[in-house]
């Protein structure tokens, strides 16, 4: 069974502070990806990477980075939250036969 | 790029009843289709998927049909459960592996007892 871990399922922030989320897959794959879903919206990819020190662009990237040191681990940062950012956030690590695999999200409130 | 539209954004059938889900996709290079299913307060989860080779492809009451011609593609759901009840995503990826999945907006289904 592919295990998708968030480091935490509710944050609560502060309008400018730095935020870590990290998310760790342990089946070895290529690909993961961070969402965030808003109601009406969907899932709109912020950030994917294919490889170790590897990343990309995806739909929303403003406001956020990056950061992939390890295949297993691929953390989401927001440099300077802003309220716009509460969200719920997704992680995903994507299979050889293209399955994704979310991680259980992180509850991100942003006062 | 690849764009996808779903529709309706909320459907309700009575228990029993079929329903049915539609999307659209931009991108005549896009090649794999899935569903996800998001059940209240969990993370998506695959439910089905079709790639553009074929042109439907079933699972128990859960069905997909796929046309290439006219780039939409639907979910039908046989026999509706309240189990069914979720939001459900298509989704879109084009034919080259690092090319992101663009998914829908979603559709919320209510199944009515």
């Known amino acids: 069974d592919v295990k998708v871990t968030q480091s935490s399922r509710y944050l609560v922030k502060r309008t400018g502070e730095k935020v870590f989320l990290e998310c760790v897959q342990d089946?070895?794959?290529?690909?993961m990806f961070w969402y965030r879903q808003d109601p009406g919206l969907g899932l709109r990819l912020i950030y994917f990477?294919?490889?170790?020190?590897?990343?990309e662009k995806g739909d929303i990237p403003e406001g956020y980075s990056v950061s992939r040191e390890k295949k297993e681990r691929f953390s989401l940062i927001l440099e300077s939250a802003s309220t716009n950012q509460t969200s719920m956030y997704l992680c995903?690590?994507?299979?050889?036969?293209?399955?994704?695999?979310f991680g259980p999200g992180t509850r991100l409130t942003v006062l | 790029g690849e764009n996808v539209e779903q529709h309706p954004s909320t459907l309700s059938v009575q228990e029993g009843d079929s329903a049915v889900i539609k999307c659209t996709y931009s991108?005549?290079?896009?090649?794999?289709f899935p569903w996800y299913k998001q059940e209240l307060g969990k993370r998506p989860q695959l439910i089905i998927d079709?790639?553009?080779?074929?042109g439907e492809k079933k699972d128990q009451r859960i069905a997909v049909t796929l046309n290439k011609t006219a780039k939409h593609f639907s979910l039908h759901i046989t026999e509706t459960q309240p189990e069914d009840s979720a939001v459900y995503f298509c989704?879109?990826?084009?034919?080259?592996?690092?090319?992101?999945?663009?998914f829908g907006k979603g559709t919320r289904l209510h199944i009515l007892p």
């Open positions: 995903a690590s994507v299979s050889a036969s293209d399955t994704q695999y």
């Open positions: 089946m070895d794959h290529e690909n």
């Open positions: 990477s294919y490889d170790v020190k590897m990343k």
């Open positions: 991108d005549s290079a896009s090649n794999y």
């Open positions: 079709i790639r553009s080779n074929v």
């Open positions: 989704a879109a990826r084009a034919m080259n592996r690092d090319d992101k999945i663009i």
